[in-house]
């Protein structure tokens, strides 16, 4: 008998010892780490991925994900044992499952609104395979609503079944921060849980609770579940957007913005976040496309959710300008000068593009026929192909040789140990450096002879 139709004591027998499947659907930078916290609980886990080099390599233990601590060594340990395994076939994995994990990224189509197809799809697929007592857990953040009024009528039609009664279905997010996914569910946070009925709920409560040290935060419906991800990540990017604001106003009132803000947060309520070149990455800058989506489903305009994210998005160009402004205190312009973009990541020693703020800088550089050369240690040159046409160069140090501008947009850890005296070995002179990262804590921006330094808020 599967996990959601065991009685109750049935079911924490079999919690306690361990006997239930997971299968995991997307091993992806949040799904392996996630099927690496089941594995370390004690659990069996299936992975599901479409990706056939990924399915390889982590079916043999020898998966690679950079800057994720544990999870290479996890996977290798549980593929040795034998309670981990990878596959391409949906099929074979759900119908293993006792609890079956859907964690596959939500992005947005060229109009920007969530394009749900393929969750869609992947619940037609799991519908026409589920069983009687499965449970279906989405972890992928989603719009308001979801699991509910799209998910749970596909997999009632396709299966035959009744969601509640005959399967579990509910909503749980992740709440994690690329580079400590494992610590951030283990240890950090208490895990939200929302079913579509009291039941689901408190079944899939109990099992995140095994390994959840700060237990979980149950909630009327797995509709609040999914406001609760989504609401917090645009509480985010809209305070991302004011302290963008207060920075470019700074800038133009010749005010020290880091200042003011050290200031402003010695104070209980104050808060303001760090400025910088927009917002990447596949959660902030996507979920208030998701609320806006909901708001007009029910005849609201969120003006502010909207100008957040205009502001947010205005940041790169921003930056361009205010590079362009440093170069004509050189007598250059963009088109004439080689610009040295260090990091493609959004965020410093994590292997994570999306979203990502260089992209857009990159493309406006190149609009003006900027000489562009992109650094990042942690790609190669194929990966940087894939996504993007601009020259490509992995050392740093030989990207910025006789460089006449540099714009730093990633705080990696590499960039951080470089010092402007190293740099001035190597760059033209003089040059611009323009640190969006505040990696030179410098109380001011800094004109000598040899270089200028400019940063967002000041």
Not at 435 to 446: A, L, P, S, V
Request: proline share 4%; aromatic share 6%.
């Amino acid at each position: 008998m599967k996990y959601f139709l065991m009685n109750q004591q049935e079911a924490e027998a079999a919690l306690t010892e361990k006997s239930l499947t997971i299968t995991v659907i997307g091993q992806g930078r949040m799904g392996l780490p996630i099927s690496v916290v089941f594995l370390e609980a004690g659990y069996k886990v299936i992975g599901v991925d479409v990706n056939p080099l990924l399915v390889e390599k982590a079916a043999k233990g020898e998966i690679q994900l950079i800057g994720e601590p544990g999870v290479e060594e996890g996977i290798r340990k549980s593929v040795a044992n034998g309670r981990y395994s990878c596959t391409l076939s949906h099929e074979e994995a759900i119908k293993q499952a006792d609890i079956i994990i859907i964690i596959i990224p939500l992005i947005l189509d060229e109009e920007k609104n969530p394009n749900l197809t393929p969750l869609t799809n992947l619940m037609n697929q799991i519908g026409s395979i589920l069983e009687k007592g499965q449970i279906v857990i989405t972890e992928t953040t989603l719009p308001v609503g979801t699991s509910e009024e799209i998910f749970k009528p596909i997999l009632e039609e396709k299966s035959g079944l009744i969601a509640g009664s005959d399967f579990g279905l509910g909503f749980s997010p992740e709440r994690t921060y690329s580079g400590r996914v494992i610590e951030d569910v283990t240890v950090r946070y208490p895990k939200i849980v929302g079913g579509i009925n009291r039941k689901s709920t408190e079944r899939i409560a109990m099992f995140y609770e095994t390994f959840v040290q700060k237990g979980t935060i149950k909630m009327s419906s797995a509709k609040a579940a999914e406001a609760v991800k989504v609401f917090k990540g645009v509480y985010r990017d809209i305070n991302i957007a004011i302290a963008n604001e207060f920075a470019k106003l700074a800038e133009g009132m010749n005010l020290n913005f880091y200042e003011i803000r050290e200031a402003v947060n010695s104070e209980p309520f104050g808060n303001i976040m760090l400025p910088g070149a927009g917002v990447g990455g596949h959660c902030i800058p996507v979920y208030p496309h998701f609320l806006m989506e909901n708001a007009k489903n029910v005849g609201l305009d969120l003006n502010l959710v909207k100008t957040g994210r205009e502001i947010n998005s205005s940041m790169a160009k921003h930056v361009v300008e205010k590079t362009q402004k440093g170069l004509a205190l050189f007598y250059r312009s963009l088109s004439d000068s080689k610009i040295v973009v260090l990091g493609l990541a959004y965020r410093g020693n994590v292997k994570e593009h999306r979203y990502s703020p260089s992209l857009e800088i990159i493309k406006l550089l190149k609009e003006v026929n900027g000489d562009v050369i992109l650094s990042d240690p942690l790609y190669e040159e194929h990966e940087i192909r894939e996504e993007i046409d601009v020259k490509f160069q992995k050392d740093t140090n030989v990207a910025l040789e006789r460089a006449d501008c540099i714009i730093v947009l990633t705080d990696h850890d590499e960039y951080k140990n470089l010092s402007l005296e190293e740099i001035d070995k190597l760059a033209n002179k003089p040059y611009v450096i323009v640190d969006t990262r505040n990696i030179w804590k410098k109380d001011k921006q800094e004109y000598t002879d040899n270089r200028l330094l400019l940063k967002i808020g000041i």
